[in-house]
């Protein structure tokens, strides 16, 4: 397939899934600055959103006010953020439009829908109630729902569908990462305090971002611990979201590509290393080496694969 | 010839009679109430725009995308009305190519002195790069569009478009949607199918494919990107005929051979469907400035190693005093009387004719002979006082520049708005397919019509709109 088209697929894979986790972000910091001060919630929340984001530095360039509706208004409308949900969707409308002829119907009415849907929430956005956010994240995740499922059971299985799932799983491995390099503190072991209900609802919260809170039970069967945690959001094999999982993919759908290339590369052995690691470890030795650094390190092997797709495929 | 200046409706002529191909229509809109057809004109929008069957506007600044207006009434035509005028388009195209290759060949139409010379040479459509040497097959339009307008008279040829002819892909999608509305107006009418044009496109482009190629020619559309007005038709045909859909920086020329860039190396190209002008092709040729093409495209072309669909030069034909000339060519090259005869013009170069047109130009309309799109026209009845002195000026000054026709009594068709159904003007363009062998038309065409009342304007650039055009095999017999 043409460079060009890879390249389009993998990004417009990558801004659907951000502006999914975006809006699951959001969400669950909304729950959680509405908490009173003495159950976690606080202002500092929302500076933690911006990081996790990737935005903070571009949000102070704006020197708007640090505050919840600026904050949301910039992670979720902002045209001078380049990656405002909003934008995400023009984005990945962009790409999609680019390579009309690599998509399915299904998909394409999918990103063409969420986004035609989101100018004319656009141009609606005199009322900015709650409700109105609400619905409005309830439809970014919907639109994401609609095109992975498009994607997921009406695309060929040939180089276009692994390139896009190569850049949703760097990308979801990405968000998650993140999340936890902001939070690690939080999950640190002796954070807890027998009793203690202080950090509870920032955990929940962190598990509500990642869709992850009624699957934390399922798992674990016990209430919660910040680093059972860590351990479901980095190791845990069977959590779509933890970074286990997402190499399992990238490993797969990278050999996928080997094989119709002929060829391994740099990328596939770069991602079966980080894959290897994480299959590996387990979540005390991870704590023992540090989880801010482990989590530091996972950012930069990951966006490093993402270098190398790049020189090996996109020319 | 003198054009009939009665106005024509589709439906009801010049008397107000049913005509015996619309008389299932008209029932059915008798016993249709306007609510419903209202509610079907909005799932139409609906529809479209989901699809994203759009395109830009150059110029305007607040919406980039827009809608093409769609009229949910079909146009419709006897089979034996199209028969001849099959005959007829089959007839042009066969004689526009051989037009071409003589012009771009030994020259044997401006030897015998039925074309002047310097109309050809001095034609910024003419590219001198392709003088003297023969493209893969012989084939210069591979897809021609021929614009067709009805009066009472009958058909004629309003324009060849030899260059890049657009517009199919809402002849396509127009069919599919009014399938997914009206599936009891199918039932009842025995419509000609078109939905096979993709493939006979791509046999087209296999066919031309150059002598050099493999068996399983490489194919692609050459688009100049998503910004372009037409890119929706782009990447709508790309799709239909499942060929990659390049920009220029896909492409590259290494040895004279055209490759593309893929996930798996290059590969090379055999036939390019382009879908941007001459001029933007390959900077090394043409335009230095432009990012759209492809460097060394023309040395590949010319070393016989990729076909060019179409033809680079072949818009000289496209040009509306080399129109005029069209007939004679029909004749000259085939030794036939053309079946379509062209609408009578007036060369502005030749002086007589110029002082006609100057002495009638509130009746007459107007054109750039390298215009398109509807952009540099004058429509006599319709223009203020200042504007017919701004033209005469201009007339005067450039004759060469223009040519002029009678405002034409161009037919009418109905179409649906909210008070009910009114007649606005319509035009057709038919594209006809000329491979390496075969020549074929799909039945039917692209109908354009102007929304707006008594306009005579459908370019789509200029708020025109179109329908859906039905070839119906069941002509009831004339009662």
Redesign the interface.
């Known amino acids: 397939?043409?460079?060009?088209?890879?390249d389009n697929l993998y990004w417009l894979a990558r801004y659907m899934e951000r502006a999914d986790f975006l809006a699951r972000v959001i969400q669950a910091s909304r729950r959680l600055a509405a908490l009173p001060k003495a159950y976690g919630g606080a202002d500092s929340e929302w500076e933690s959103v911006l990081l996790s984001a990737g935005s903070a530095t571009a949000f102070k360039q704006t020197n708007r006010p640090l505050d919840e509706a600026h904050v949301i208004e910039f992670l979720a409308f902002a045209p001078d953020n380049p990656g405002s949900i909003r934008n995400c969707i023009e984005l990945a409308r962009?790409n999609a439009?680019?390579?009309?002829?690599a998509l399915t119907t299904d998909m394409?009415?999918a990103i063409?829908?969420g986004y035609?849907e989101m100018q004319a929430i656009e141009r609606a956005r005199g009322a900015k109630t709650g409700e109105d956010l609400t619905r409005f994240l309830d439809f970014v995740k919907q639109v994401s729902l609609v095109y992975d499922g498009g994607a997921y059971r009406t695309m060929l299985r040939d180089?276009a569908y692994w390139?896009s799932r190569v850049g949703l799983f760097i990308e979801r491995a990405d968000n998650t990462a993140r999340l936890l390099d902001v939070k690690y503190q939080l999950l640190l072991p002796e954070k807890e305090v027998v009793g203690g209900t202080l950090d509870y609802f920032q955990w929940t919260a962190i598990l509500r971002a990642v869709s992850a809170h009624t699957a934390y039970h399922w798992v674990y069967r016990q209430s919660l611990k910040p680093w059972l945690v860590a351990d479901l959001l980095i190791l845990r094999p069977e959590m779509p979201r933890s970074l286990t999982s997402c190499y399992e993919s990238v490993v797969r759908y990278l050999d996928r590509?080997a094989t119709?290339?002929?060829r391994q590369g740099q990328a596939q052995r770069h991602a079966r290393a980080t894959y290897g690691n994480l299959e590996n470890m387990s979540i005390e030795t991870l704590f023992q080496g540090g989880l801010h650094e482990f989590i530091g390190r996972f950012i930069r092997d990951n966006a490093q694969l993402g270098t190398l797709v790049s020189e090996q495929?996109?020319? | 010839m003198e054009l009939n200046g009665a106005q024509f409706d589709e439906m009801s002529g010049t008397t107000g009679a049913t005509r015996p191909p619309y008389e299932k229509l008209a029932q059915w809109l008798a016993n249709t109430p306007l609510d419903f057809l209202s509610s079907r004109r909005a799932q139409a929008e609906l529809l479209f725009?989901?699809?994203?069957i759009t395109f830009a506007v150059y110029g305007t600044h607040e919406s980039t995308e827009r809608l093409i207006p769609f009229d949910i009434l079909p146009r419709i035509i006897a089979r034996a009305e199209w028969i001849q005028l099959e005959k007829g388009l089959i007839q042009r195209v066969r004689a526009l190519n051989l037009f071409l290759a003589d012009l771009y060949g030994a020259g044997e139409i401006l030897k015998a002195g039925v074309v002047p010379s310097e109309l050809v040479y001095r034609n910024p459509g003419f590219r001198p790069e392709m003088a003297g040497w023969r493209v893969p097959h012989n084939v210069y339009v591979q897809i021609a569009g021929i614009d067709i307008v009805r009066t009472a008279d009958g058909f004629y040829v309003l324009e060849d478009n030899a260059r890049t002819p657009s517009g199919v892909s809402y002849m396509l999608e127009n069919r599919e949607v009014m399938m997914r509305l009206f599936p009891d107006l199918f039932a009842m009418h025995k419509v000609a199918p078109i939905e096979n044009y993709p493939d006979i496109l791509l046999a087209t482009l296999r066919s031309v494919a150059p002598p050099s190629a493999s068996q399983d020619p490489e194919i692609v559309l050459l688009t100049p990107?998503?910004y372009n007005s037409a890119?929706y038709e782009h990447?709508?045909l790309?799709?239909k005929l499942g060929v990659?859909?390049?920009?220029g920086?896909?492409l590259f020329v290494r040895d004279d051979m055209v490759y593309?860039?893929?996930?798996?190396g290059p590969k090379r190209v055999d036939v390019i469907y382009r879908r941007i002008d001459d001029e933007f092709l390959d900077p090394l040729a043409f335009r230095p400035d432009s990012a759209l093409g492809v460097a060394g495209l023309m040395g590949a072309y010319n070393a016989g190693n990729v076909t060019l669909a179409n033809a680079v030069g072949a818009g000289v034909a496209d040009d509306k005093a080399i129109y005029t000339y069209i007939p004679d060519a029909v004749r000259f090259y085939l030794g036939e009387e053309p079946l379509l005869q062209n609408v009578p013009t007036w060369r502005c170069r030749e002086k007589d004719a110029l002082a006609y047109v100057l002495d009638h130009l509130p009746e007459l309309v107007v054109k750039e002979v390298n215009g398109s799109g509807g952009y540099g026209m004058l429509v006599g009845p319709h223009a203020t006082r200042a504007e017919l002195d701004e033209f005469s000026k201009k007339l005067a000054e450039r004759p060469d520049n223009f040519i002029a026709q009678p405002t034409l009594a161009l037919s009418t068709c109905p179409i649906s708005v909210a008070e009910g159904i009114a007649p606005r003007h319509v035009d057709l363009r038919p594209f006809v397919l000329q491979g390496a062998k075969d020549i074929c038309v799909v039945p039917g065409g692209l109908t354009r019509v102007a929304m707006t009342e008594k306009s005579l304007i459908v370019n789509s650039s200029q708020g025109g709109g179109t329908k859906d055009t039905w070839v119906i095999d069941d002509v009831p017999a004339k009662a």
Request: proline share 0%; glycine share 8%; hydrophobic share 40%.
């Open positions: 397939m043409l460079s060009r088209t890879a962009t439009r680019a390579v009309r002829t394409w009415e063409n829908g035609l180089d390139f590509l119709t290339h002929g495929y996109l020319f | 725009r989901r699809i994203g990107g998503q890119f990447s709508f790309a799709d990659q859909l390049v920009e920086r896909d593309m860039r893929t996930t798996k």
